[in-house]
C-alpha cells in the first residue's frame, strides 16, 4: 500500500465522501453472494479479503466460465494486483459497464471500497440478463427495453398538446422586472 500522508482540506472531503458511500449491509451481501457462488468461505473484512483478487478471480469463472485464464495465489504486490485487473477484463467480458468497473488502486490500496461493492453489483445484475443463470441473485434486476408502437392518429393527437418545457408559463413573463440600477449607456 502506498505511504500517504494524512489528507488536508479538499482531499480529506473527497475521502470523507468516498467513505460515506460505504455500506456495511451490502459489503456483507456481497460478500454472501460470492461465498455461496465459488464455494467457499469467506473470511475478515470485505477489502482484506478481494484486496489479492484471487477470490474475485475465480467468482468470474463461476460466472464466464475460462473468462480469467490464470490466478495467482502468491507472489509479489503486481501478480496480486495482475488478478484485480484480470477481474476488471473478464466482468467487462461479461458486459458490466465501464463506468460501473472500480482501478484496481480501488481495492488495492483500500480507497473506493464503495465503487468495489458497485462493480459486485453489476456483475450480479448482469448475471440476470444471461440466459441459464441459476446462481443467487444480488441487487435490483437490470431494466429491460420497453418499446412502444403509437398509431398514426396517436401521434397526430399528440402534435396539439403544449408540453410544459415548450415555455409556455400561463403568460407569466419577465416583463417590469428590474433588478439593481439601470445600465446608463
Not at 480507497?111 to 459486485?120: E, F, G, K, L
Request: hydrophobic share 35%; with cysteine.
Amino acid at each position: 500500500m502506498a505511504n500517504r500522508g494524512q489528507a488536508f482540506g479538499m482531499s480529506a472531503k473527497v475521502a470523507a465522501k468516498i467513505a460515506g458511500k460505504r455500506d456495511m449491509e451490502k459489503e456483507a451481501e456481497a460478500a454472501e453472494w460470492i461465498s455461496t457462488i465459488i464455494g467457499e468461505p469467506v473470511q475478515g473484512s470485505f477489502e482484506d479479503w478481494a484486496r489479492n483478487g484471487v477470490v474475485l478471480c475465480k467468482l468470474m469463472n463461476k460466472l464466464l466460465p475460462g473468462s480469467v485464464k490464470k490466478i495467482t495465489e502468491s507472489g509479489g504486490d503486481f501478480k496480486m494486483m495482475e488478478n484485480i485487473t484480470n477481474f476488471q477484463t473478464a466482468a467487462k467480458k461479461y458486459g458490466v459497464p465501464e463506468i460501473d468497473c472500480f482501478q484496481t488502486v480501488d481495492l488495492w490500496e483500500k480507497r473506493n471500497i464503495a465503487q468495489v461493492q458497485q462493480c459486485i453489483f453489476a456483475v450480479g445484475r448482469q448475471g440476470q440478463t444471461k440466459p441459464g443463470y441459476n446462481f443467487p441473485i444480488i441487487g435490483p434486476k437490470m431494466s429491460e427495453e420497453n418499446k412502444r408502437e403509437f398509431t398514426a392518429e396517436q401521434l397526430r393527437a399528440g402534435e396539439g398538446h403544449v408540453g410544459l418545457q415548450a415555455g409556455q408559463n400561463k403568460g407569466a413573463t419577465q416583463a417590469g422586472q428590474n433588478f439593481g440600477a439601470q445600465r446608463h449607456m
